[in-house]
C-alpha cells in the first residue's frame, strides 16, 4: 500500500503513527521526539532525508493487525522525484491519498493520482491530515475531501473513503476520535480493510527496466502478463510495442509472466534503467493502441536517474 501525495503533506508522519500505534514498531525505535518529526524519521533513515526533511527514497514497513498483514510504502512527495515515486509505487495494490486539511491536492497529488491510474491500481483512501492545525473544523474536511473526490473522478480513480486525521496527535489514525464528534466514519486503519486487491481480471501489468544493453531491455515483469504487440508506457514517455521477447540462451517467446527476467526489444526510443513500464489503459492491457492519456508529466530530473542515456534505438 503505498502512501503518496503533495510534499511535507505528512506522508511519512502518518505512516510513522500507524506504524507506532499498532505496535509495530516500539517507542524506542523514536530516537527523535514525535513533536520534532520523529514519526516521519521511522522512515526517513537517510542522513539527507533528515537534514533536508523530507523524503528522498522509498521505504517500507510491515503492519499487521488480526487479519491482515499490509507492506506500506512511503513515497517521496517531491516534485523531482516522481521517477523514485513511480518505482516505490510500483509493487502497490493499493494507495492512501495524503492531503493537508489546509492546503488541499495540487499538481503533485494530481500526477501521483495519474501514476496510481497508470499501474492500475484504482482504488484508494484519502486521509486529509494535520486536522489539529485547522482546529479539528469539519468544514476543512469537507472542502480538501469534496476536492479529491472530483480529482478522482477526473482521472478514473475509485474514493473509497475520505477520514480525517492527525498523524500528530495520533487522532483518527487507528481508533475514533473525541476531537472529531461530527465525523461519522471508521478510523484510517478500519478503512484500509475495504482496499481490496485486485479484483477478477488478476494482477495488472508491471515491468521495470532495469538495464539497457545493446539495444535490449534488461527487465523484470513485476506482476501480470506480458505479450507481443503489448503496447507499453511510461510516466511522461509516449507509448512503446513490445517487439520481442527473450529469455537467456531460448528462442524468442511469445510472452513473459509475473517474476519472469527478460530482454525486451521495444518500439520508439530507450527507457532508462529503473523505468517503471505499464500499459496506457491504466495497468490492464488491452492489446494495441491507447496513446498515452495515463501518463503523468514528464520527469524533470532525479538524484536516482541514471547519468547517462541508456543504448541506442532498439532494432527493428
Ligand atoms: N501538526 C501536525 N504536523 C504534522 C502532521 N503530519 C505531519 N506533520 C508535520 O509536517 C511536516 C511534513 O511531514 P512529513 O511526514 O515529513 O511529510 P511528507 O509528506 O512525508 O513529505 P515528503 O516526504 O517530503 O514528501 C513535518 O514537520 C511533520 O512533523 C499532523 O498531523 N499535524
Ligand atoms: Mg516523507
Known sequence: MAFVGEVDHG?????GRLLLDTGS??????DVPVEDGGLAFLLDGLTEER????????????????????????????????????????RAE?????????????????RHMRVLAMMGVTAVVCAITKMDLAGWAEAEFHTAARQVAALADEIGLT??????????????????????????????LDTLADLTPWGDGGAPLRVEAQDVVEGRVLARVLSGELRIGDRLVA????ARTALRIE???????????????????????????????????????????????????????????????????APT
Request: proline residues 11%.
Open 11 to 15: 506522508k511519512s508522519t502518518l505512516l
Open 25 to 30: 514498531v516500539t517507542t524506542d525505535r523514536l
Open 159 to 188: 474514493l473509497v473513503a475520505a477520514v480525517p486525521v492527525s498523524a500528530m496527535t495520533g487522532d483518527n489514525v487507528t481508533a475514533a476520535s473525541a476531537r472529531l464528534p461530527w465525523y461519522a466514519g471508521r478510523p484510517l
Open 235 to 238: 510516466p511522461g514517455e509516449d
Open 51 to 90: 537534514a533536508d526533511l523530507f523524503t528522498l527514497d522509498t521505504a517500507s514497513a510491515v503492519l499487521e493487525t488480526g487479519s491482515r498483514r499490509y507492506v506500506l510504502i512511503d513515497v517521496p512527495g517531491h516534485a523531482e522525484l516522481l521517477v523514485n515515486m513511480a518505482t516505490g509505487a510500483s
Open 94 to 110: 493499493a494507495a492512501v491519498i495524503v492531503v493537508d486539511c489546509r492546503e488541499r491536492a495540487a499538481e503533485q497529488t494530481r
Open 247 to 313: 529469455r537467456f540462451g531460448e528462442p524468442p517467446q511469445e510472452s513473459a509472466t509475473t517474476g519472469d527476467n527478460i530482454g525486451l526489444v521495444l518500439s520508439g526510443p530507450p527507457c532508462a534503467p529503473g523505468t517503471l513500464l505499464a500499459p496506457p489503459t491504466g495497468g490492464r492491457c488491452a492489446a494495441t493502441g491507447g496513446g498515452s492519456a495515463c501518463c503523468a508529466p514528464p520527469r524533470t530530473g532525479s538524484p536516482r536517474a541514471p547519468a547517462v542515456p541508456c543504448a541506442g534505438p
